[in-house]
Structures are given as structure tokens and as C-alpha cells.
């Protein structure tokens, strides 16, 4: 891994205090920081990143998993853990504070820690609005007690936010900046994986985190088996962000006899005539990508009947939340049987997909707005104001 060149913190230096441990997360810290360089010059970066922000130079404080959570139970199980770590966390930045604190996603972590920096004096920034339109609204009032700004991917959510006072500014989102202007078939990618171009390939995308692993890859990897018994030739690829997850996909499947590719989403699924993937950013990254999709989530019984009981959005993918209608197939919980996801992806697999390409093309136009940029110049006026 190249890590870029840091200044040395000292009286003047702009330093950024980051919380990003989720790989999207990651990636945005990272586009941030580097666009920031860019335009306005050098800056420090410390905090909690994972492997893109490190390359960016990030002085990392913890490994970014050792904050990721997924659900309602999994944060009271670690819940000691965790509020000791935001206490170390605190107690250094208001130690030797940051020029500004920038939270990325996870407000169940991040909002509170904003909320002690900025009664400190250290501006904060909370980059992707929390899903205040799905559940727990009342959140609003806590982006107006904990952070000077809210960068927001999709401009929906700045709307809300704004007609509630709080100060919000849309970036869109990098995915969109970095998604091909035209449409690129598979035959054409498959061959940078070493696939057999003329046969048909299946993408399984289970997610990052270990409890989507768990409850989601056995669900896909017997509708593998299923669409394999009646097309042999199906080539199947299954998406691991980095090498946990790899070791966590041999565990759950430890007869696994497809192909793993570790890294990137991009590649895999643009070699895939459909995918599967877990609800969350990759369903954005695969419709920007335009490829067919069928959406899967699942979690143990005692998350699922807390969520289910608190989300108000009638979609939990985002291309449908974005669009307003169910535009890919969404399988949850106990309609996530091999059996209904194996009949979607049939059909998606025999007609190539193409009744979503309008669909994807209007989300990449509203979306492809320059997000690296835009995030960088509203932090900059953040700075100038509070200076």
C-alpha cells in the first residue's frame, strides 16, 4: 500500500480528526481528504479510517472493525467497548484538537462524539445524512445540537434536513462521479477476471460486516446451486471487501468451490449478467454500474422484528428509495428463500437485465455531481467561518 506524505501537526497545520469505519465510509473520507490536498493544500488526517484513508496518509488510531456494528443488538453487546473507545477518542482530540471533526455515517457513534468536540470549540462535520426519512426522525434534533454542517449524498435529504434548520449541502455521491458514461457489456469485462467471456457469470455480493455474511451467504450460495443445476455452464463469483471477509466466506461456505474476489466491487460486478447483494451502498454501486439486481436482507429474528417495526420507508434498497418505487426486487428476511431469489435472477439472467437500464441511467444523471469536490469546498467554508 502507498501512503501519501503528511505534514507535521504543529501551531497552523490544518488537521482533520476522522471516524470512517466502514469501507464506504472509507472511501468518502478518503475522496474528501485527497480532493482537499488538491484544492486547498496540505492537511493531517488522524482518527479511524480503513484502507483507503490509510493510503491517504491517515494517522490510524484502531482498526476500523473494532468500531463497525450492524443492527440493534450488536451495539448493547459491545456497548462498554465502545463508549470507551469514543472516550479515548474525545480526551484526545480535545487534548490536541483538530482544525474539524469529520463523522462519516455510523450517527450512533459518530453524533455523540461530534457532539463533545463541537462543545469544545472544534467545528464537525457529519458526511452522509443519517436515514432520518426511514427511521428515527427525531435525529434531526441531534444533527442540530451536534454538528456545524451535514454533507448529503442524495438531495432529498438536504431538503428535509434544511426545512428543519439544520445546515446541509449536497455532494452527490463519488460512486455516480466514477460509474462509466456508457453502458459496458460483460462479455467485455469478464476477461480481465479470466472468466470464459461467452458463458454467463452470477455475482453474490453478502456484504462486509460478519453478522451480513452469516445470515445472507447461505441464502445465495444455495440459489447458486439451484441455477446451476439448470444452467452448468453459470460461472459464480462471490465479492469479499478484504481478507476478513475472505476468511469469513471460507467459514461459512468451507466446501466453497467458486471463485472469491477480494477487493473492489467494481470488476466483479461488471463481469455479472445479475447479482445479488446485501441491502446497503452496494445496491447504489451496482445500479450505477447498471447491472440487474435482486436485493437481499436478512438478521436474526430479534433485529428484523425491532426494524421492522420502526422503519418507515417502504423500501430499504436505495435505487427504489431514490426512485420512489420498487424498481429491483427486494427479498426480506423470510422471503429471502433460495427458491423466490433463484426464480428473480433467472429472469434477470435471460433478458440481460434490460428493462432497469432507464431506470439506472436517470439515478446516475441526478447523482454524478462532482461529490469529492463539493465535499471538500463545504468543509473549506465551514473553516473560513469558524476562523
Request: proline share 7%; with cysteine; glycine share 8%.
Amino acid at each position: 500500500m502507498t501512503t501519501e506524505a503528511q505534514p507535521l501537526r504543529g501551531e497552523g497545520a490544518t488537521t482533520f480528526g476522522f471516524c470512517a469505519p466502514e469501507l464506504s465510509a472509507d472511501r468518502l473520507g478518503a475522496g474528501l481528504l485527497r480532493s482537499w490536498r488538491e484544492r486547498f493544500g496540505a492537511a493531517l488526517a488522524e482518527g479511524v479510517g480503513n484502507t483507503e484513508l490509510q493510503a491517504a496518509g491517515l494517522d490510524c488510531w484502531m482498526q476500523a472493525e473494532e468500531l463497525t456494528v450492524m443492527g440493534i443488538t450488536d451495539p448493547l453487546k459491545r456497548l462498554p467497548d465502545l463508549l470507551r473507545r469514543r472516550g479515548d477518542m474525545v480526551r484526545r482530540w480535545c487534548g490536541s484538537p483538530p482544525s474539524a471533526f469529520i463523522g462519516i455515517d455510523q450517527p450512533d457513534f459518530n453524533l455523540p462524539l461530534a457532539r463533545r468536540l463541537r462543545a469544545r470549540g472544534i467545528p464537525t462535520v457529519h458526511y452522509v445524512c443519517p436515514s432520518i426519512w426511514a427511521w428515527r426522525p427525531g435525529r434531526v434534533k441531534t444533527l442540530l445540537r451536534s454538528v456545524d454542517l451535514v454533507l448529503c449524498l442524495f438531495p432529498f435529504e438536504a431538503e428535509l434536513l434544511r426545512s428543519a434548520g439544520v445546515r446541509a449541502e449536497v455532494v452527490g455521491h463519488p460512486l455516480a462521479d466514477a460509474s462509466p458514461a456508457e453502458y459496458i457489456p460483460p462479455e467485455a469485462a469478464r476477461s480481465e477476471l479470466g472468466l470464459n467471456p461467452e458463458q454467463p457469470c452470477l455475482g453474490l455480493l453478502p456484504g462486509s460486516r460478519g453478522s451480513e455474511i452469516d445470515h445472507v451467504l447461505p441464502v445465495m450460495a444455495r440459489t447458486a446451486e439451484m441455477l446451476q443445476r439448470t444452467e452448468p455452464t453459470l460461472q459464480i463469483l462471490i465479492s469479499a471487501a478484504g481478507e476478513v471477509q475472505h476468511r469469513r466466506i471460507e467459514q461459512c461456505l468451507p466446501d466453497v468451490r467458486w471463485r472469491i474476489v477480494e477487493g473492489p466491487l467494481r470488476p466483479l460486478v461488471l463481469a455479472s449478467d445479475a447479482v445479488a447483494v446485501t441491502s446497503g451502498t452496494a445496491t447504489l454501486e451496482v445500479a450505477l454500474l447498471r447491472r440487474p439486481m435482486a436485493v437481499v436482507w436478512r438478521a436474526s429474528w430479534l433485529n428484523h422484528a425491532i426494524l421492522s417495526r420502526v422503519n418507515r420507508s417502504k423500501w430499504i434498497a436505495l435505487p427504489n428509495v431514490l426512485l420512489g418505487g420498487e424498481v429491483v426486487p427486494e427479498l426480506i428476511q423470510d422471503e429471502a428463500s433460495p427458491e423466490r431469489l433463484a426464480r428473480e435472477l433467472e429472469a434477470m439472467l435471460s433478458d440481460q437485465g434490460r428493462r432497469f437500464q432507464g431506470d439506472y441511467e436517470r439515478l446516475l444523471a441526478e447523482l454524478a455531481l462532482g461529490a469529492d469536490e463539493r465535499a471538500a469546498q463545504a468543509l473549506h467554508h465551514i473553516l473560513e467561518g469558524a476562523a
